[in-house]
């Protein structure tokens, strides 16, 4: 598990700047807070791209309830203000079916995502074990905020060429 650190560790400095990028939105300008949120997200996404399939050392690593509110209040007070009229955008989820367009927020991408990078942060602060820790970084990628990423890119690539 030692040969993993290097790569512990260049995920953990992805998932913090991309945390530390959207905690900075009030003090940033629309256009250069996308274009950093942007950036970060894609650096995430190549690092997690790398992270390896382990088992894990336990089974029902606890986590932490998902914070509602606290979701609810960086999504709509936050970040919706700041990313206005470029919040909604159009998507397929599912590139291999043939389906309809659902609208999707930018603002609710980007708080999936930090809210699963802080708590997937917290998790490797309790001293659980690396194979723990990264079975979940994997899967959290792989099922929930990487999709979330990929929209979120779609969506600020699309604003920054029209």
Known sequence: MSDHNELMEKFRAAAKKLIEDVDAALQTETNTFLAN????????YSVALSLPAVEPE???ADEAPFQTDKFDALRRSLLQRK???LDTYWQIFDSTQKEE????????????IYFDL????ELDKTGAPKSDILFDWRLDFQHHWGRHVLAALAAIHHHYIE
């Open 37 to 44: 949120v942007g950036r970060s997200m894609a650096e995430l």
């Open 83 to 85: 990313i206005g009229s």
């Open 101 to 112: 367009p659902a609208q999707g927020s930018l603002s609710g991408d980007i708080s999936e």
């Open 58 to 60: 336990t089974t029902g």
């Open 118 to 121: 802080k708590q997937g942060l």
